[in-house]
C-alpha cells in the first residue's frame, strides 16, 4: 500500500477537481512540476519514481497547498513492480483518469558505435517500454469508463535529431510513433493521446550530475556545452509553459488534437482552427 495519502473534505472547485492522475518520474524535475499543478487544478495526485525521498518531497509541497497526492516507488520498466505501485494509488485514489508518462533517463553519450550496449538499450527500456507498460496499466479501465487523457513526454530529439545521444533520440522518436498508433486505436472509445516536447529545460535532465560533472571536451562535455549555449541563447522554455501546456491537455481543451506531437513552442490555437476549419 502507497503511503503518503491525505484526503481533504472540501476542495476549492477548479478544472480537474474529482479527477484522477498519475504522473511518473514525479519526483522532481518537470514531473514534480506538473504534478503540484495537476493538484492545484483538482485532480487527486499519484506520482511512481524510484526515489522515496524524493516522492515524498513532491507529496508534501502538493499537501502543503491543501492537495490530495500519493506516491508509489517503482521502476517504470520493471512491469510487476509497476503494476503493484499502479493498484496501490488506484486502491487510494481511485481509477486513473490521466496519464503523464514522464519518467525518463538520457542515457549514453557518445558515437552510437562507441557506447555501451547495455546501457543504450536500458534507455529503450525506461522511456519507451516504461510508457507501453503505463498505458496497458490504466488504458483498459479507461476504455471500460470510455473516457481518459494519456500525455507521454517526448523530445525535440525525437522528432529531428541529437547527435551523440542516440539511445535518447531513438527512444523519444519511437514515443512519438506510438503516441499516434495509440491515438488512432483509441480514437472511438473516448480515449485521448498526445505526445508532448516540453522544450529545453534548465530543470530535470539537464541537471544531472553527469552533464553537470562533465570533462570538457568529452563527448558529455560537449553535449553540456550545446545545452548550456542553447538555454543562454534563449532557445530554451520555461517551465512554467510546459506546464501550462499540459495543464490544457488535462483539461479536455486539446482533445482534437490526439494523436499529434505538440512542443511548448506551437501555437496550439492555430492549430486547433486548422483541425476545426478541415472537419468543417
Partial sequence: ?????????????????????????????????????????????????????????????IEAEGGVACAAVADVSDRSGFASAVEGLRSVLGPVDLLVNNAGVVGPIGPAWEVDTAE????????????????????????????????????????????????????????????????HETRRIGVSVFSVHPGLLPIGMTESTDLVNAAPGSYVGRVRAWV????????????????????RIAAGDLDALSGQYLSVHDDVDARLREVTEEAS
Fill in 120 to 183: 543504450w538499450w536500458r534507455t529503450m527500456e525506461v522511456n519507451l517500454l516504461g510508457t507501453l507498460i503505463g498505458v496497458q496499466l490504466v488504458l483498459p479501465e479507461m476504455a471500460r469508463r470510455r473516457r481518459g487523457r494519456i500525455i507521454n513526454l517526448a523530445s525535440q530529439a525525437g522528432a529531428y535529431r541529437w547527435p551523440l545521444v542516440s539511445a535518447y533520440s531513438v527512444s523519444k522518436a519511437s514515443v512519438v510513433k506510438f503516441t499516434e498508433n495509440l491515438a
Fill in 228 to 247: 548550456e549555449g542553447e538555454l543562454r541563447a534563449g532557445r530554451g522554455a520555461e517551465p512554467a509553459a510546459a506546464v501550462a501546456l499540459l495543464r
Fill in 1 to 61: 500500500m502507497p503511503r503518503h495519502t491525505r484526503r481533504l473534505s472540501k476542495i476549492a472547485r477548479q478544472p480537474l477537481t474529482g479527477s484522477v492522475a498519475l504522473v511518473t518520474g514525479g519526483g522532481r524535475g518537470i514531473g514534480r512540476l506538473v504534478a503540484l499543478d495537476l493538484a492545484r487544478a483538482g485532480a487527486r495526485v499519484g506520482v511512481v519514481a524510484r526515489s522515496s525521498e524524493e516522492l515524498a518531497e513532491t507529496v508534501r509541497l
